[in-house]
């Protein structure tokens, strides 16, 4: 998107597709990784039908069930990746059509919010036979993509003769430390949330960072509108957003500087 750009973590929570297409690897955005997906993907598929299938996905039995039917991942029917993911991050940000965000995953490295895919159990701490953990495994992949000179309305398509510095865009991220397997060029905004002792609470972060998220996607929409035309150059919305501001918005926030990089920290206070 055009002045910010929003990357989120997966969910562990999903909610499985009643109906919809099979999964089409060469149709996701980022086509550039489809042999690093089918890796994946065809390893997961002979994993979930093995014995110490638990094990590896580090799953209970309780989810049993979930991951033997991930040996027909194939056949399953897919939707978009906004609706599949359902967790707690994911219903704060009521994420809608032509909400643009980068989602990163352990099945597929990366995809946008548009992305048919289908429910899942595969966490980004896991170590499959074969490929190795795969937060080393997307971290290399994902090098060799230049994932950061994509604007609006390109996601998952490189623009002829773009460069990675010419989006002059800011980068939130709202991953979780497992995701975190690129370093965003330029601007770059994390968030992390405190109690009022100073203690991280790891739970209640999930939540506001879908809450900063949707204030951040509403406030892109808005100064769009203000600016009279969708088509605005992205140094115009640039300068119409402004991170600090929007996380006030969701209470006492201090915002500690590194450089190109912003940590803010929202303090919740009890009662």
């Known amino acids: 998107m055009s002045g910010v750009r929003i990357l989120l973590p997966p969910s562990e929570g999903k909610t499985f597709p009643s109906a919809g297409p099979a999964l089409e690897l060469g ?6 990784l489809t042999e690093a997906r089918r890796q994946v993907l065809e390893t997961l598929i002979e994993v979930s039908g093995r014995d110490d299938a638990a094990t590896i996905l580090k799953v209970g039995k309780r989810i049993m069930p979930e991951v033997t039917a991930q040996r ?3 056949g399953m029917p897919c939707a978009p990746a906004r609706t599949v993911y359902s967790g707690v991050l994911y219903q704060a940000a009521r994420l809608h059509g032509g909400d643009d965000v980068m989602i990163f995953s352990g099945l597929f490295g990366v995809t946008t919010s548009e992305d048919f895919i289908p429910a899942y159990r595969l966490s980004m701490n896991t170590t499959l036979p074969g490929i190795g953990s795969l937060k080393a495994f997307w ?6 993509v230049e994932l950061y000179r994509r604007n609006s309305g390109q996601m ?8 990675t510095d010419d989006c002059g865009e800011t980068t939130v991220d709202m991953r979780s430390g497992a995701y975190q397997v690129t370093t965003p060029h330029g601007p770059w905004w994390d968030l992390r949330v405190v109690d009022s002792r100073g203690k991280v609470i790891t739970h209640a972060a999930k939540h506001y960072r879908g809450l900063l998220t949707r204030a951040l996607l509403d406030a892109r929409r808005s100064e769009r509108q203000a600016c009279g035309s969708t088509s605005a150059s992205a140094d115009e919305h640039k300068a119409c957003i402004d991170v ?6 969701l209470g006492d926030i201090e915002v500690a500087d590194d450089g190109s ?11």
């Open 156 to 163: 998952g398509r490189t623009p002829e003769g773009a460069r």
């Open 261 to 271: 990089r912003h940590h803010i920290t929202l303090r919740l206070q009890e009662g």
């Open 27 to 32: 149709r996701l955005s980022y086509p550039e």
């Open 72 to 74: 027909g991942i194939l």
């Open 244 to 249: 600090a501001r929007i996380a006030r918005s």
């Open 139 to 144: 971290r290399r992949e994902l090098a060799k």
